[in-house]
């Protein structure tokens, strides 16, 4: 059954895929970075667009001989085989919330409609050829080795796959502090030691450092990227992509930029931008530590920290939200074998989600509504409302925990 659905979803993502073969938004501009590279050119000066670590333009060097055609064939076999490798984790992390056998229905209805509500996504991060399906799939290989394997070797290709993840994307980053918090400390070292030494491979390979006054390629990144979109400078900048009034910016900071406008200086976003920053991880850093150490631990505390990456993130598009699907993996599951109530709740919050979600997909409702959902970040407001849901079935289920043995539990189903 799984190897039908996988066929059926990698034929239909091959089919889209064709309109794109004339185009490359996403593989040109990371194989001109790979040619600078070659170059021993700085990558930022070389092209102000590309705005990602430098170890992402040295991993996709191989595609530099290879004509459009081959470069756009290797590219979507990678994405098309990703996507479903996150779909196939993101189950199995779904089914820690209920445990127990989960029949072929179960699994139709899991994988069917966490793919319909999940869509959206996935034809964004095809469009545009972004790389972030594999920052996910890293996360969810690391989160499945959490969760059932707690050997030595668990820990390792746990801490092996976040520090790979948070080099090729800054935001995974975040489960560094939250191993230690869960102390998976063996995890926690892996992943600092093997993060320090892939962000340095450029480096090592290249020795930038002799061609160019910026030190290395990853001197540089952080100076010229990460630096001005940590401190607010809007600026002297290369390539400023992460403004707040860009509509398509559907993080915290385009929420706030929404109604404050952060390019002009006498605005009060940084006032209310990091306010906004500080109770948003209050309520996630509350809602991991209440999870303790249960099996079901690493899924919702995955599903939460890969949604943190977006909201925390100075900019987040619709291309990124791939990291989405494990949540919604989750929140599908709790509604098909919660306890009665938990699966009320999950099934209304299921349908009011689809429909932010859709708000600004333009073929389905027309241009004008489309533009009022990106402009208001109904998108932001409908991610958000995953860590309202989290909050409230980690709260039940710890009200469950402490009734009489006798009584069911949440996220339990009758066999």
Not at 270 to 294: F, H, K, N, Q
Not at 343 to 358: M, S
Request: hydrophobic letters at 55%; glycine letters at 6%; one cysteine or more.
């Amino acid at each position: 059954m799984r190897a039908s659905i996988a066929f059926i979803v990698a034929l239909g993502a091959i089919l889209y895929c064709r309109h794109y073969w004339g185009d490359a938004p996403g593989v040109m501009l990371y194989v001109e970075a790979s040619r600078c590279m070659l170059d021993r050119l700085p990558l930022q000066a070389c092209n102000p667009f590309y705005t990602y670590p430098p170890i992402f333009a040295f991993l996709t060097i191989p595609l530099v001989p290879l004509p459009l055609l081959l470069q756009n064939l290797v590219w979507y076999l990678l994405t098309v085989g990703g996507l479903a490798a996150c779909f196939f984790l993101s189950a199995r992390l779904a089914q820690q919330l209920a445990p127990g056998r989960w029949s072929r229905r179960d699994l139709v209805w899991l994988y069917g409609l966490s793919f319909l509500i999940s869509l959206k996504f996935v034809f964004a991060a095809i469009s545009s050829q972004s790389y972030d399906v594999w920052v996910v799939l890293l996360i969810l290989v690391g989160l499945t080795n959490l969760a059932q394997d707690n050997s030595d070797r668990g820990a390792m290709v746990a801490g092996v796959c976040f520090a790979c993840a948070a080099a090729l994307k800054a935001t995974p980053l975040l489960f560094l502090p939250y191993l230690l918090v869960k102390r998976h400390y063996r995890a926690a070292a892996i992943m600092a030691l093997v993060l320090v030494v892939a962000s340095l491979l450029p480096d090592l390979v290249f020795t930038f450092g002799r061609r160019s006054s910026e030190g290395s390629y990853l001197w540089a990144w952080l100076h010229q990227v990460a630096e001005p979109a940590l401190t607010e400078k809007m600026e002297g900048n290369l390539h400023t992509f992460w403004t707040g009034t860009n509509s398509n910016n559907n993080s915290l900071r385009g929420l706030v930029g929404a109604f404050f406008d952060d390019t002009k200086p006498d605005s009060p976003f940084a006032e209310i931008l990091y306010p906004v920053y500080a109770i948003y991880a209050g309520v996630v850093a509350l809602l991991i530590l209440r999870t303790g150490d249960r099996p079901a631990a690493p899924t919702i505390d995955g599903a939460l920290l890969l949604i943190s990456m977006l909201m925390l993130s100075p900019m987040s598009s619709e291309s990124h939200y791939v990291a989405l699907i494990p949540a919604i993996f989750a929140v599908v599951a709790i509604w098909q074998r919660g306890d009665p109530s938990t699966r009320g709740f999950a099934g209304v919050f299921l349908i009011i989600n689809f429909v932010l979600i859709n708000a600004a997909a333009r073929d389905l409702v027309g241009m004008t509504v489309t533009s009022w959902a990106k402009d208001y970040r109904l998108l932001v407001i409908a991610v958000l409302l995953y860590v309202l849901f989290f909050a409230v079935f980690v709260f039940r289920s710890q009200r469950a925990t402490e009734v009489p043995a006798s009584s069911p539990m949440v996220g339990q189903s009758a066999e």
